[in-house]
């Protein structure tokens, strides 16, 4: 299975930084699946944000739960991201990963988010 994430490079501050990752090589709705979003501040380490499950469940970080949406469309295969009031303390580089029995073992390449007016 093969992740590419994919959205703009650049947000304003208060906006809605939104992003896609496409799979490849397997399907989004396969069970035992976790399908999840995570991001690296400049300097910082890894930080998990979300996860949509097979069954269309999610679970959230509880510091981003009230700005983070994560969702998924099968005819399409890929999942998406949506964090609100961003600020420049969400300048990062945004990861999606496939999550199988507590194991992410498949990620995309990463990409880079500035939010700046």
């Known amino acids: 299975v093969q992740l590419q994430e994919s959205g703009p490079g650049l947000v304003k501050p208060s906006q809605t930084l939104s992003l896609t990752c496409t799979v490849s090589?397997?399907?989004?709705?396969?069970?035992?699946?976790?399908w999840n979003w995570s991001r690296q501040p400049p300097g910082k380490g890894l930080e998990w944000i979300g996860y949509i499950a097979n069954s269309r469940s999610t679970y959230y970080s509880p510091s981003l739960k009230s700005r983070t949406s994560i969702s998924w469309d099968t005819s399409n295969n890929h999942f998406s991201l949506q964090l609100s009031s961003v600020t420049p303390e969400d300048t990062a580089v945004y990861y999606c990963?496939?999550?199988?029995?507590?194991?992410?073992?498949?990620w995309g390449q990463g990409t880079q988010v500035t939010v700046s007016s």
């Open positions: 090589g397997g399907s989004i709705s396969t069970n035992y699946y976790y």
């Open positions: 990963a496939k999550e199988l029995l507590g194991v992410a073992d498949s």
